[in-house]
């Protein structure tokens, strides 16, 4: 079964530093998307991504975050001078044209630990 | 946005059949509904998604009546490693993932 791959698992940065979160999406899906979970609470919408450009944006994607599609098949969220609060689980999802609308395929995350 | 209530969490036992009510009252005509679910320091994983009646995959059925206002996610006979929080969503045909909101979701726990 067509997975999401998200690199690294782990990364511990120090607070003030930048970070990039890789992800590979499913390779014919179109649609990509940014979500976080902070340690015990619900998981919640970052930005989505369509046509190389975004297409939402949530109150939390302030100007500290951006995403890119740098190649045919990594998509980065880069988060700039990173806080304490900004520790959590980040997980890319990408979905097809023409599946269930909300049917999006998960990665297993990245945990993000800012010290 | 129509808002989505389910239980905080259930518990079962292996092989027995497991079903999660969602309530949805104020849900639109163009509102779909999605279930998902998530074990511990995973992404969550799309089960089922439905608009009316009665949909079914390999893994479960999702029974939706006809005002729409709940829905039920049956497991057939689950097993241990259904263990995990299930999540009901609703969103319209836009597919605007912005208004996909993920609540608490239903901790299920399945017992030997």
């Known amino acids: 079964e067509p997975e999401v791959t998200q690199t690294p698992s782990h990364q511990v940065t120090q607070m003030g530093q930048e970070v990039i979160l890789r992800c590979v999406p499913i390779?014919?899906?179109?649609?990509f998307y940014w979500y976080r979970q902070i340690l015990g609470q619900k998981v919640e919408f970052l930005v989505s991504?369509?046509?190389?450009?975004?297409?939402?944006k949530s109150e939390i994607f302030d100007d500290q975050f951006s995403v890119e599609r740098p190649d045919g098949s990594n998509f980065t969220l880069k988060i700039r001078s990173t806080k304490l609060e900004d520790s959590a689980m980040y997980f890319c999802?990408?979905?097809?044209?023409?599946?269930?609308?909300?049917?999006?395929?998960f990665g297993s995350g990245t945990r993000l630990t800012v010290v | 946005l129509a808002k989505t209530t389910q239980p905080i969490s259930m518990d079962s036992y292996e092989g027995q059949e497991v079903n999660i009510t969602c309530s949805h009252n104020?849900?639109?005509?163009?509102?779909?509904i999605t279930w998902y679910q998530q074990f511990p320091s995973q992404g969550p994983r799309f089960i089922i998604q439905?608009?009316?009646t009665k949909v079914t995959n390999e893994v479960a059925s999702l029974f939706i009546p006809a005002d729409r206002k709940s829905s039920t996610l049956s497991l057939p006979r689950v097993s241990l490693s259904d263990t995990a929080v299930y999540y009901c969503?609703?969103?319209?045909?836009?597919?605007?993932?912005?208004?996909?909101?993920f609540g608490s979701g239903t901790q299920l726990t399945v017992l030997p």
């Open positions: 999802a990408s979905r097809a044209q023409g599946e269930a609308n909300y049917g999006y395929t």
């Open positions: 390779s014919n899906h179109l649609y």
């Open positions: 991504f369509y046509n190389n450009e975004i297409s939402e």
């Open positions: 104020n849900i639109a005509t163009n509102d779909y």
């Open positions: 439905g608009y009316k």
């Open positions: 969503l609703v969103g319209d045909t836009s597919g605007s993932a912005r208004q996909l909101t």
